[in-house]
């Protein structure tokens, strides 16, 4: 042991100096974003409103009024979606979650009646009453469980949906902000342009074409694929009838996010409850759509996303989860960008450089050379 930390003790020291120093960075993004989330928040909306007031600005119109002009357009929008699909969805959100119940109660009587037909097709075989009552016992336990947390989670929804008071104060004082930095915009690439240090500069060129490029990008695919995962569904639904197709097909997209996890999260349990309950032919078209999702997917996430990130699902979905739980919502946002950056760091040959390995450790054998 004492020979490993002899050997690596440089190693260990110029690792854990590098966790520390993302650790320290992300503590202190957390910290400045709880008290300054509507300057983030600005910078969004700035982001989403400067093309269309750039566009007015080069037409003529002063930059003033074309930042003004792209802000209304961008409110109006913004209630109109709002008021919209948000009133839409919290209504069906909440009613799903009281029929849970409902749905548990019939999914149990269901299990119970099977269970019986069951026993009674095996006749006379021995078999061993504790062991189905038993079965009996814990399938009902499973099914209060399940719908416990699938109620909890579309009444954490409704509530994330309803309850938002301090995000609106946020978001108004986020869209002043982006108003007046759409107009001050210059001066202040003016200021930074002459006052930041070249290092800095470097440090941000960097940054800008290694991973903030890349992480647009991905967004942007990711917007494009969770658009046609949500029309593909919410038209199937339609056609088939189902109530609440329009949440359904929301709340799958926002599955659709989250890595390794998909629409599979939300159709695999409901296609199995349709079979338990007898709704075969249901459970058959709603297969047949998960699988017909899941392979426009994966035919068109090549093509739309290219290589933007590089990063596999288990390593940004792991990271983004201790994140979440170490830093909160401001590790969550910053997670895609650290994770990005470690990779660019890697591929550019800064790791290598930082990190010093034991040489022995990667010794090359010369080839053998023929006399």
Known sequence: MISFYRKYYKTIFDIALLVLTVYLFMLAFSYVYNIA?????????????????????????????????STLVF??????????????????????ADKLPDYAVVLEKELINR???????????PVDVDLVEKAKEYSTVIIQKATTIARDFLIELFRMLTSFS??????????ILAYFLSIEIQSWKRVAS??????????????????????????????????????????????????NAFSIALLSAIFDVLPLLGVSTLFIPWI????????????????????????????LEPKITGDSLGVSAFTMLAFMIISLKLFGVAGL???????ILIKALYEQGYLKKWIRMPAEEYETTEPAVNK
């Open 75 to 96: 409110i109006i929008v913004i209630l109109g979606i709002i008021t919209g699909t948000g009133v839409i969805f919290t209504t069906q959100i909440i009613g799903l």
């Open 37 to 69: 989330k509507p300057i983030f928040i600005a910078f969004v909306i700035y982001l989403i409103n400067e093309p269309l007031a750039r566009f007015l600005h080069r037409r003529g119109l002063p930059k003033s009024i074309a930042a003004a002009i």
């Open 115 to 125: 269970t019986g037909q069951l026993q009674s097709m095996m006749g006379s075989l």
């Open 333 to 339: 946002i910053l997670s895609p960008v650290l994770i």
């Open 272 to 299: 199995i409850y349709l079979l338990v309950v007898g709704q075969t032919t249901l459970a058959i078209w709603l297969t047949v759509l998960l699988a017909l999702v899941v392979g426009v997917r994966q035919i």
């Open 194 to 243: 002459e006052k930041t240090p070249r290092t800095f500069k470097l440090a941000f060129h960097f940054l800008r074409e290694n991973v903030l490029l890349g992480i647009v990008t991905y967004i942007k695919a990711q917007a494009k694929l969770i658009s046609i995962t949500f029309v593909v569904i919410f038209i199937a639904l339609l056609a088939l009838g189902v109530n």
């Open 166 to 175: 301090t995000f609106v104060v946020n978001f108004v004082i986020g869209i």
